[in-house]
């Protein structure tokens, strides 16, 4: 977790009042956040630009996520520890899309010997992706168009949580038709099918706050 959102609880969230509807929906959604994500039901958080906030940015996406997150490892550790299902491994797992694309791509430059850290490191984090009870993939299609290679290990990736009933939540700038022009139409289709699309609006509240 970026050490920015690590303290991030759903009790603090701050978008209720710019964003009463994915507010509520939110708090729904957590209520039952473990037997949401059990039935795979991922989020889409998305960003409506709009004339002073023109990318979108800073309107509680990433916030939002890591309040689900956080959320959801309560329960989990509670249900652990009174009897219930067992943690095996790391149950939940955040992840930037583009530092995901650079670690990847860090296989394939340096030495010999950087290149087989990159991968083995790579494998690792790939490996968590496919099998961790839930994931974030941050800011995914802000990039230009993805590589055909990287294109292949995200829908390998995404492909292997859809088929394991597996939750995640995708945050973006775009929305989601327009995904499909970095991510490609298989991904941006996949997307679509394993997320309820949560819409974000409002002024960009990285600006001139304390937090950068
Ligand atoms: N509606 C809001 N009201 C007040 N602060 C907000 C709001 N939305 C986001 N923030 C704050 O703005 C900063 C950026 O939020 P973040 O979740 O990273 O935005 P995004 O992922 O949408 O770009 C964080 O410090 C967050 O607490
Ligand atoms: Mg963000």
Do not use: C, W
């Not at 249900?79 to 694309?101: M, R, V, W």
């Not at 790939?126 to 590589?147: H, P, W, Y």
């Amino acid at each position: 977790m970026p050490p920015k959102y690590r303290n991030v609880t759903f009790e603090t969230l701050p978008i209720q009042k710019d964003n009463p509807t994915a507010y509520g929906f939110l708090k729904a959604y957590r209520g039952n956040v473990v037997e949401n994500a059990r039935n795979g039901i991922g989020l889409f958080f998305y960003s409506i630009p709009n004339n002073s906030n023109k990318f979108g940015t800073g309107t509680g996406k990433t916030t939002s996520a890591v309040a689900i997150l956080h959320a959801y490892l309560l329960e989990r550790v509670k249900e652990d520890s009174t009897g219930g299902q067992k943690i095996d491994q790391n149950p939940a797992l955040f992840y930037k899309a583009s530092e995901l694309q650079t670690l990847y791509n860090a296989q394939f430059r340096g030495t010999p010997d950087m290149q087989e850290k990159a991968s083995l490191r790579y494998y690792k984090i790939k490996k968590l992706l496919m099998s961790a009870e839930m994931v974030v993939l941050d800011d995914v299609g802000i990039r230009q168009k993805i590589t055909d290679a990287f294109e292949n290990e995200l829908t390998e990736i995404i492909d292997s949580r859809d088929s394991k009933v597996l939750m995640t939540i995708y945050t973006s700038n775009l929305p989601i038709d327009k995904l499909a022009e970095t991510l490609g139409e298989r991904i941006a289709s996949r997307i679509e099918g394993m997320t309820e699309q949560v819409a974000f609006v409002g002024k960009d509240h990285r600006r001139g706050g304390v937090l950068k």
